[in-house]
């Protein structure tokens, strides 16, 4: 028998057989009847704990069995014991146990299948600049390039230089949001001084362009972090204006209730299409009509900033045409 390599059955077995044995010989003492009723009944005593114990070591057994099968990913826990005992809390708790590895298990082959698209999607996107910077800088060490034409390769790789710049500074941003390490700011914001702050790059770009920036703000405010929200609006913004066309204007207004304080802002562009608004704030997402220097992060970037400061962002098309993007920074935690 197996069972015998453990130590403490045998030691039952011992303290059972020593018992059994002793009250035979007591009951033998008595009488001859009474001696055999106490070993037949030793017996029978004995026999049915090496029967219990057998089946209690099988189920063991075959829950190790189990367990060493899902450790090699083999198959899941079969939940099909439903008797009351230790065993059965022992069997419970770990199926509880594996649920919460196989939750986390999944959960780790998601992050990396996230992290590994990202590092794609970031290569891909650093690439391309990386790429017509190699190309100029070749181009540029031409002996006899025309001056016109050294000082126009010249301002293309400031160009790319820029963007590359502002890519590495966006994606790093990101990855601090992602990891947590960011502290925002909890200051009252007045929302006039948020967007003119957030207005403040694009205000010579869209005067090149012949829009105008309308703001109608009287004295709205909320709970967050002026620069970060700031970097949020304005990319908002930016997606306003590179979808506007010249002599177009951009919009925003605010309304502040007992629950939130909203945020408006809208353009006369054509709007979105309806199969890219669902996915307009995912990361490196480009919806149909957007530019060929579009890398798909600063609206993400937006919705990631408003969201750490209990607000929301939806984007939709006004019945009346053009973009909209609304912005709720809510007073309680939602």
């Given at each position: 028998?197996?069972?015998?390599r453990?130590r403490?059955?045998?030691l039952e ?7 059994t ?5 007591i ?7 009474c ?14 704990h090496?029967?219990f114990?057998r089946?209690?070591?099988r189920?063991?057994a075959?829950?190790?069995?189990d367990?060493d099968?899902?450790?090699?990913g ?5 939940i099909?014991e439903?008797d009351e005992?230790e065993?059965s809390?022992?069997?419970s708790e770990v199926q ?7 939750e ?9 299948r996230?992290?590994?698209?990202a590092?794609e ?16 800088v070749?181009l540029l ?7 016109e034409r ?10 790319q230089l820029?963007h590359t710049?502002?890519l590495?500074?966006?994606?790093l ?7 947590g390490?960011?502290?925002?700011r909890?200051d009252?914001v007045?929302?006039?001084e948020l967007?003119e702050?957030?207005a403040?790059?694009?205000r010579i770009?869209m ?7 309308r703001i109608?703000?009287?004295?709205e ?15 908002i913004?930016?997606?306003c204006?590179?979808?506007?066309p ?7 207004t605010a309304e502040e ?5 909203r ?7 054509p709007g ?6 669902p996915?307009l704030?995912?990361?490196f997402?480009?919806g149909?009509?957007?530019g060929s220097?579009s890398?798909?992060i ?7 900033v ?5 607000g929301?962002v939806t984007a ?7 973009a909209?993007?609304?912005i ?7």
């Amino acid at each position: 028998m197996r069972e015998l390599r453990n130590r403490e059955y045998r030691l039952e077995w011992m303290a059972y057989g020593g018992a059994t044995v002793l009250f035979a010989v007591i009951g033998f003492v008595i009488g001859p009847l009474c001696g055999a009723l106490f070993l037949l009944c030793g017996g029978v005593f004995m026999g049915l704990h090496a029967a219990f114990t057998r089946r209690r070591y099988r189920a063991i057994a075959e829950l190790s069995r189990d367990m060493d099968r899902i450790l090699h990913g083999q198959e899941a826990l079969r939940i099909d014991e439903n008797d009351e005992g230790e065993l059965s809390i022992l069997r419970s708790e770990v199926q509880k146990m594996t649920a919460r590895l196989k939750e986390s298990a999944d959960a780790l082959l998601a992050d990396k299948r996230y992290l590994t698209r990202a590092m794609e999607d970031i290569f891909h996107q650093l690439r391309t600049p990386l790429t017509a910077m190699n190309l100029e800088v070749s181009l540029l060490g031409g002996e006899d390039l025309p001056y016109e034409r050294r000082l126009q390769l010249t301002r293309e790789l400031k160009k790319q230089l820029k963007h590359t710049d502002w890519l590495v500074e966006t994606l790093l941003k990101m990855s601090h949001l992602d990891a947590g390490t960011v502290k925002l700011r909890a200051d009252g914001v007045a929302v006039r001084e948020l967007v003119e702050k957030a207005a403040e790059p694009l205000r010579i770009p869209m005067e090149l362009r012949g829009q105008e920036l309308r703001i109608s703000v009287r004295e709205e405010r909320f709970t967050g972090d002026l620069a970060w929200t700031a970097e949020a609006l304005g990319n908002i913004l930016k997606n306003c204006m590179e979808h506007t066309p010249a002599g177009g204007s951009i919009t925003v207004t605010a309304e502040e209730t007992p629950v939130h304080t909203r945020i408006v802002v809208r353009d006369t562009g054509p709007g979105f299409h309806t199969e890219d608004i669902p996915r307009l704030f995912e990361r490196f997402y480009k919806g149909r009509d957007a530019g060929s220097g579009s890398i798909g992060i600063g609206l993400a970037m937006s919705r990631m900033v408003i969201a750490a400061e209990n607000g929301t962002v939806t984007a939709d098309n006004p019945p009346d045409g053009g973009a909209r993007f609304t912005i709720r920074f809510y007073k309680s935690v939602i």
